[in-house]
């Protein structure tokens, strides 16, 4: 009886066990749908039914958009170089299906089953790392295929030293060396091949390389999964939600987006870039109706011997006030006026220094001039001031017209008796 209990428990133990670990395997790797994409990212952009490969999702970015190029980086993992999208829907086409390039719709998605790290091909240049998007139904197998080549203009470039950083859009090289650059290097093939997925991907350059070109260590991250749509990244983890993906051909109810758009009703890639550009322009256009909105530079009334206004826009003074300008001479100094010699004398400079010349002068006649200070030689010392020049002046020609005064008497005395003796 108690052999047959503990039979019996050990019997619904297991059965309990089976039952527990197929429900938590089948909550982690449920299967699902295409319509999962289709639900997911319709508010993010728009479907299409392409005649080649069915429905394709175009995003709502700007006509530049580039994928595994803009608003993204490149982070090392187990499975080689992953790429981590800033989009809220990056975690499904830059990790399952494959980007095409549409000539009027531009880059669009195509859905696929099987998840990758990232879905490019890889090209090493003399100090450059360079990928660009696989192409629908292109496999890795297929991809290494010398019949397999991908357009020049599709290839992103950047230089060694510079593919780990996060700002990596800021440092892509011009598309227009792609020629040059690709005509010199050579295919990465470097692989990764998941046991649990029955899946190989191309993991890109070697961690040691980037090691080797950056001078830096390569931080690594541990890929897990995330139990709903969307990607966190969190210390050295970044989990994605990577589900089981199946196509669903077989059932009567076929998958589908809930509104599909029609591709004539978008304009062509050149159209939208144009529009954009236009768009972004202000508006400098000025008509009869906005003429009196415009903002007039700022004048002030300058009242004369005031320095001109400036002008606000360039400042500069305004060219009819510069012409009208008229340059003010510098007061001369009064050394230039009367230039003074330097009277002090010292041993070193008594000899070479020039002396006044002097004149000499018989009784009445005036004082010679001084060439120096053109004022007539008098005895002066040296700080102190010469006696009150008027004053002498005056003296001197009082005494003159007494000389010519006495000798004219004189002379009318001699007529006079000149005249009394010829009586």
Do not use: C
């Not at 060694?160 to 700002?167: E, L, Q």
């Amino acid at each position: 009886m108690k052999a047959s209990i503990k039979i019996g428990t050990i019997i619904i133990i297991m059965m309990m066990g089976v039952w527990a670990i197929p429900q938590k395997t089948s909550a982690q790797n449920a299967n699902v749908s295409f319509q999962l994409f289709y639900d997911e990212l319709s508010p993010y952009g728009s479907w299409f039914n392409d005649p080649e490969y069915g429905y394709v999702w175009a995003p709502n970015v700007d006509p530049d958009f580039t994928p595994y190029a803009t608003n993204g980086y490149w982070i090392y993992t187990e499975y080689g170089w992953t790429w981590i999208s800033n989009y809220p829907w990056g975690w499904a086409p830059f990790h399952y299906g494959r980007w095409h390039f549409d000539s009027s719709l531009g880059y669009v998605w195509v859905p696929d089953t099987e998840w990758g790290p990232a879905w490019v091909s890889w090209r090493r240049s003399a100090g450059y790392y360079g990928w660009a998007p696989l192409e629908p139904g292109i496999s890795i197998s297929v991809s290494i295929g010398n019949d397999y080549r991908i357009p020049n203009e599709r290839w992103i470039f950047v230089r060694d030293y510079d593919f780990p950083r996060h700002d990596m859009h800021n440092h892509y090289i011009d598309r227009s060396q792609n020629v040059t650059i690709i005509n010199n290097s050579t295919v990465i093939i470097n692989t990764y091949e998941d046991p649990n997925r029955h899946a190989t991907y191309f993991s890109g350059p070697s961690h040691t390389e980037i090691q080797h070109v950056t001078r830096h260590s390569v931080h690594q991250y541990s890929i897990q999964d995330n139990d709903k749509p969307g990607q966190v990244i969190k210390d050295n983890r970044v989990a994605f939600y990577r589900p089981v993906v199946v196509k669903n051909e077989g059932q009567s109810h076929r998958p589908a987006p809930a509104k599909v758009r029609d591709i004539k009703q978008v304009n062509p890639v050149p159209e939208r870039r144009k529009t954009e550009q236009i768009n972004s322009q202000p508006k400098t256009i000025n008509t009869g109706r906005n003429v009196g909105n415009v903002k007039q530079p700022r004048t002030v009334k300058v009242t004369p011997g005031q320095d001109q206004p400036r002008n606000k826009f360039n400042n500069q003074k305004n060219v009819k006030d510069i012409k009208q300008e008229k340059p003010v001479p510098e007061p001369r100094k009064i050394d230039q006026i009367n230039p003074q010699p330097n009277n002090t004398n010292t041993k070193s400079n008594a000899g070479n220094a020039e002396q006044p010349r002097t004149v000499k002068a018989s009784p009445g006649q005036d004082q010679p001039r001084n060439d120096f200070n053109n004022q007539k030689n008098e005895p002066q010392s040296i700080g102190t001031s010469s006696p009150n020049r008027k004053a002498d002046k005056k003296g001197n020609n009082i005494n003159n017209k007494k000389r010519k005064t006495g000798k004219m008497v004189e002379k009318v005395k001699k007529d006079e008796k000149v005249k009394k003796d010829d009586k």
